[in-house]
Structures are given as C-alpha cells and as structure tokens.
T-cell receptor, first 111, second 115 residues
Framework: GDSVTQMEGPVTLSEEAFLTINCTYTATGYPSLFWYVQYPGEGLQLLLKATKADDKGSNKGFEATYRKETTSFHLEKGSVQVSDSAVYFCALRGGSYIPTFGRGTSLIVHP | ETGVTQTPRHLVMGMTNKKSLKCEQHLGHNAMYWYKQSAKKPLELMFVYNFKEQTENNSVPSRFSPECPNSSHLFLHLHTLQPEDSALYLC??????????????FGSGTQLSVL
C-alpha cells in the first residue's frame, strides 16, 4: 500500500539557517504530494502541494519539488525563523483520494 | 480558525468510562475523517465518512465507534479504552472524496489520556 517516510526529528536550527526535511514515498501510479504544518496546539494545515512530476510547490518561503525518479518530496527553506517552529507532515494522495501521512518531523528554531 | 471545531480539547478517562468526542465543520464539506496522532508514528487514519456514509474503517478496534448524523457533525464514541489509546485525536473535513479533493481542513484535536 501507499506509505510516506520522513526523517526523524527533532530538527534543531538557529534562526536564518537553511532547512531540509526529507520525505520519500511509496505509491502506485502518480500520486499528488503535500506538506502540512502543525503549529503548537493546533491541527494540521496545508503548506504546499505538487500534483505531477517535476512540479515545485511553494508557500511562505518553503519549497518542495516532486521527484519521481527518486520518489522524493523534500521540504526546503532558505532562512528559517523562530515562528517556523512546528511539526511538518509529508503526505500523498493516491487513487483512493484519501491522504496518507508520514510520522511528522518536529522543527525547533532558536533565536 | 480552520472552520473545524473539536470538543473537548482535553479528556481524561478511566478504562471503564464511556465518553464521546465531537467534531463540527462549517465549511459545507461532505467528507469527514478521524485520525489518531501518536508520538513517532505516522498519522493514522481511523474512519472516513462521505455524504454521511462510512467509506473507510481502517481496522479500528470496536471500542471506538463513529457516528455521522449529518455532513456537518462527526462523533467518536469511546468505551473500555486501553492506556495505549492515549493520543491526540484529529478530525478533518474535505469537499468530498473525488479527484478534486486536494486539501483537508483539520480541527485542533482532542488530547485523550486513558488512565
């Protein structure tokens, strides 16, 4: 079945550092890929998405590129802020149209 | 505010208690979901309802019983839970389960502790 594997956290960075959170997936066909973010005490909210190979999703300075050849969708940001501290979930949506999520990666950004 | 409201925010219950979690959405969506969030595990899909009909039961133990009286409300009835059921329970909604279903809207969750 479909599955998503994320790097284990927490990821701890200083403000203005470069961020990468790795995500790889297993799915049949051509899934859509997503990153969701969960701020403390809140539910998940969609951060960005990509629906086909080589698409780049972007939002709030975050980017991720759909790489079919490596089945990956790594999240990047050039300069993180304290306010980016949250848990980030990679997800895919395959033929069932119901998203499958990874375990989440916690990001802690220090001033 | 995502338009999905869950109550209560926190719940502590004994193993012999019966309680219910409530979810309400004001987005006009037709699909609603229950997910379980446990530390260091993938977000776990429990149940899905589409137009009030249950379409997915992801091998969830019978001590969890969902109810969807209309497209705006979703309940999760709990009875004789185990300590390992302690987790954050998230409700979500989406327009429907079709190809255009690209975004889920989540509530803030109910943090459940089973003693």
């Amino acid at each position: 079945g479909d599955s998503v594997t994320q790097m284990e956290g927490p990821v701890t960075l200083s403000e203005e550092a470069f961020l990468t959170i790795n995500c790889t997936y297993t799915a049949t066909g051509y899934p859509s890929l997503f990153w969701y973010v969960q701020y403390p005490g809140e539910g998940l909210q969609l951060l960005l998405k990509a629906t086909k190979a080589d698409d780049k999703g972007s939002n709030k300075g975050f980017e991720a590129t759909y790489r079919k050849e490596t089945t990956s969708f790594h999240l990047e940001k050039g300069s993180v802020q304290v306010s980016d501290s949250a848990v980030y979930f990679c997800a895919l949506r395959g033929g069932s149209y119901i998203p499958t999520f990874g375990r989440g990666t916690s990001l802690i950004v220090h001033p | 505010e995502t338009g999905v409201t869950q109550t209560p925010r926190h719940l502590v219950m004994g193993m012999t208690n019966k309680k219910s979690l409530k979810c309400e959405q004001h987005l006009g969506h037709n699909a609603m979901y229950w997910y379980k969030q446990s530390a260091k595990k993938p977000l776990e899909l429990m149940f899905v309802y589409n137009f009030k009909e249950q379409t997915e039961n992801n091998s969830v133990p019978s001590r969890f019983s969902p109810e969807c009286p209309n497209s705006s409300h979703l309940f999760l009835h709990l009875h004789t839970l185990q300590p390992e059921d302690s987790a954050l329970y998230l409700c979500a909604s989406s327009q429907d389960l079709g190809p255009a279903n690209e975004k889920l809207f989540f509530g803030s969750g109910t943090q459940l502790s089973v003693l």
